[in-house]
């Protein structure tokens, strides 16, 4: 087997609408688009018949994250594309070969710390500029990393603190880790302390946080699990990926209800197939409310950095041209 290959980035190079690249599995996101569109970008408007129709019907997708400012991007587009430093190929924002930024400031860009540490298992047939893998590398350069199958990191002894996000008759919620993952194997050490127990029914009830809720509420999870693995291909490539021997011990987590507005949408698959930066931003969130125990605040919303910005040019583009 060749020796591993981690890549720093990949990305959409285009922004049309009729390529199939995509990944696993969200709800609605939400972003600006105009005003007088009142469906779902995921929903077919058939859907919407009448004045009792949901208000989840009725949301934008990508509305109301917490984003830094797209002026930076605005720029940018406005300039047309430039020359990268290094391969001196045509891009918009960024290289997806050399994985440096193009034509913005990286002093610009969101630079986000995230929980846990992020691999990225990608298809060596899927495009570069179609995939959406390199906007969490470029926007959490610290814990993000991306190999080329069939390099996969070494999880042997590590299967009690890594999980694997890809649906599967034997996967879990993300809610449902915290009581699935201890029971996976756990390294032989006597520096391994077990989960301290959790506090008594009558403690909850009281309202009263011991010690213990502590560190099993809070303090106790954030430890527990210490990274996730993604793969990043077309639903058709993924089978040589996720019946790797080295992926089986890997406790299997899928995001059963979460919607996907990928531009990209392969043709006949469920929407809940979700984009690679799709699935880590849904995975992040629930993983922040479950797991961490906190209210979600947008911590992780600027992971749609890229996305949302291109999710709304592309969805202005199709209201212009009457496809909406």
């Avoid at 986000?112 to 959490?140: Q, R, W």
């Amino acid at each position: 087997m060749p020796p591993c290959k981690v890549l720093e980035v990949i990305l959409p190079s285009a922004m049309s609408s009729n390529s199939d690249s995509t990944i696993i599995q969200p709800k609605g996101l939400q972003t600006q688009t105009p005003s007088s569109l009142q469906l779902s970008i995921c929903q077919s408007p058939s859907k919407v018949k009448n004045d009792e129709t949901t208000k989840e019907q009725h949301e934008l997708p990508l509305q109301n994250l917490k984003l830094a400012s797209h002026e930076v991007l605005e720029r940018a587009q406005q300039a047309g594309r430039s020359k990268c430093s290094k391969c001196s190929s045509s891009r918009m924002f960024y290289c997806y070969s050399c994985f440096t930024f193009v034509g913005v400031s990286e002093q610009e860009i969101p630079n986000i710390k995230l929980p846990l540490k992020i691999d990225i298992i990608k298809h060596p047939n899927e495009t570069d500029g179609k995939s959406t893998a390199v906007h969490a590398k470029l926007l959490a350069p610290d814990d993000v990393n991306i190999f080329i199958y069939p390099c996969i990191p070494d999880y042997e002894g590590q299967t009690h603190e890594v999980v694997l996000v890809f649906p599967g008759p034997e996967a879990v919620t993300v809610e449902d880790i915290v009581n699935r993952l201890p029971k996976a194997a756990r390294p032989k050490s006597s520096l391994y302390e077990p989960i301290p127990k959790r506090i008594k029914l009558e403690e909850r009830e009281r309202g009263t946080r011991s010690a213990d809720e502590d560190v099993t509420g809070k303090k106790g999870n954030k430890h527990i699990l210490k990274r996730v693995v993604f793969i990043d291909s077309t639903w058709n490539q993924t089978s040589k990926i996720i019946t790797d021997e080295r992926l089986q011990a890997l406790l299997q987590v899928e995001l059963k209800t979460r919607k996907s507005c990928f531009w990209r949408h392969q043709k006949g698959s469920p929407d809940t197939y979700l984009s690679t930066i799709e699935a880590i931003y849904y995975f992040l969130m629930d993983y922040h409310l479950y797991c961490l125990e906190e209210d979600y605040q947008g911590e992780y919303d600027n992971l749609l950095f890229f996305y949302s910005f291109m999710f709304r040019l592309i969805t202005k583009a199709k209201y212009a041209a009457g496809k909406l």
